[in-house]
Structure formats: structure tokens, C-alpha cells
T-cell receptor
Framework: DARVTQTPRHKVTEMGQEVTMRCQPI?????VFWYRQTMMQGLELLAY????????DSGMPKDRFSAEMPDATLATLKIQPSEPRDSAVYFC????????????????FGPGTRLTVL | SQELEQSPQSLIVQEGKNLTINCTSS?????LYWYKQKYGEGLIFLMM?????EEKSHEKITAKLDEKKQQSSLHITASQPSHAGIYLC??????????FGAGTRLFVKA
């Protein structure tokens, strides 16, 4: 049963601390997305990768957020330093990003990391 | 930039009743996705529509994309408590990106 895994599931930290969230995409998927979900803003795309290369990180606050894919089985999202406004649920999703005539981009979501910054 | 508006924002229905959720795009839709999110969990893909007039079904859930490709509706027949959750529509936004609507929260009363 292939699925996207994320760790940790919950994280409570104090303002100013570094937070690292990890994601293992489904084996064989070549596109990985990071989203943030809040009640106020809904689901926002932060960054995404294709074949481990960053394609777009325009949704991410550059001064404190960074996203990487050190290898095909691991994607990381780091916040340094964290702030209370970063409190949200962070989702990782992966997909095949198939292009066969029309783009078809079904995404498989992980369970999310619920981050609380005090 | 493209925006998706979902209505209603929330919905409470009695078990067994039918319901419809709408998703309206500010631009032509080239790929429209419906996802369901159970409370506290990730999103689960339901179905995707591409062609104007297209209709797809998944168990008791049917989605349609209108001819002009700027609106989609999701219809649930004979709702059950298992249908409760947040329904989000998403649209292809180019370059493998998907933008999402704000979601519709569905509550089903037993």
C-alpha cells in the first residue's frame, strides 16, 4: 500500500527555533509538492520539485523557509527561525506529473505535520 | 492569476439527503480535480475532469464540468456519515501546479 509519509505528525516549538519537516514520497513519483493549510488562507503551495530539481518556490517566504530533496526518497522543509504565524498544517504530496497530450497531475497527499509555534 | 471559488462554505445535511457543491473558476479550466479531506488528515483524490460537459462518478459522488469549462459541480446522492469532510476543488495552473479552492465543509447528521 504505497503512501506518502511525513514526520513528525505534530510539532510544538518556541518562536525562534528551527523546525525541520520530512517527507517520503511514493516510490517512482517524480514530482513532490509542499503545501501549507490554515483556516484563513486555505491550502497554499509553498514549493515543488520535479526529478528532485526545484521548479517553483515562489510561495515560500525566502528569508526563513527552505525546501530540498537530498535524494529521491526524501524531501525536507525547514523553517529557521520559526514564528507564531508559521503555525499551520504542512502537507507533502507526490505525483507522476504525467504529460500525455493533456497534463494530468493527480497528487497523493501525506497525513501532514501540524506545527504550533508558541 | 486564476482563482477558484467554492460554494457553499459549509453544509449540514440529514443522512440520506442529496447535496451539491459548486466550484467556479475565474478562468477557463483545463483540468479540474476534486479532493476530499477527512478532518485532521490529508487530501484524497476523487476524480478529475478535463472536457467540457464531462461527467464522472465515484460511488455515490458525481462531478460535472460545464460546457464553458469555468464551473464544476459535485453531487452526492443519499449522503452518509462517511461523506463528511472537506471537499476541495483544484485546477491545473500550469507547470504541474494545482491551485485549490477554500473548500466546502460537509457535516452529515445521522
Amino acid at each position: 500500500d504505497a503512501r506518502v509519509t511525513q514526520t513528525p505528525r505534530h510539532k510544538v516549538t518556541e518562536m525562534g527555533q528551527e523546525v525541520t519537516m520530512r517527507c517520503q514520497p511514493i516510490l517512482g513519483h517524480n514530482t513532490v509538492f509542499w503545501y501549507r493549510q490554515t483556516m484563513m488562507q486555505g491550502l497554499e503551495l509553498l514549493a515543488y520539485f520535479r526529478n528532485r530539481a526545484p521548479l517553483d518556490d515562489s510561495g515560500m517566504p525566502k528569508d526563513r523557509f527552505s525546501a530540498e530533496m537530498p535524494d529521491a526518497t526524501l524531501a525536507t522543509l525547514k523553517i529557521q527561525p520559526s514564528e507564531p504565524r508559521d503555525s499551520a498544517v504542512y502537507f507533502c504530496a507526490s505525483g507522476l506529473g504525467r504529460v500525455a497530450g493533456d497534463t494530468y497531475n493527480e497528487q497523493f497527499f501525506g497525513p501532514g505535520t501540524r506545527l504550533t509555534v508558541l | 492569476s486564476q482563482e477558484l471559488e467554492q460554494s457553499p462554505q459549509s453544509l449540514i445535511v440529514q443522512e440520506g439527503k442529496n447535496l451539491t457543491i459548486n466550484c467556479t473558476s475565474s478562468k477557463t479550466l483545463y483540468g479540474l480535480y476534486w479532493y476530499k479531506q477527512k478532518y485532521g488528515e490529508g487530501l484524497i483524490f476523487l476524480m478529475m475532469l478535463q472536457k467540457g460537459g464531462e461527467e464522472k462518478s465515484h460511488e455515490k459522488i458525481t462531478a460535472k464540468l460545464d460546457e464553458k469549462k469555468q464551473q464544476s459541480s459535485l453531487h452526492i446522492t443519499a449522503s452518509q456519515p462517511s461523506h463528511a469532510g472537506i471537499y476541495l476543488c483544484g485546477a491545473d495552473a500550469g507547470g504541474f501546479k494545482t491551485i485549490f479552492g477554500a473548500g466546502t465543509r460537509l457535516f452529515v447528521k445521522a
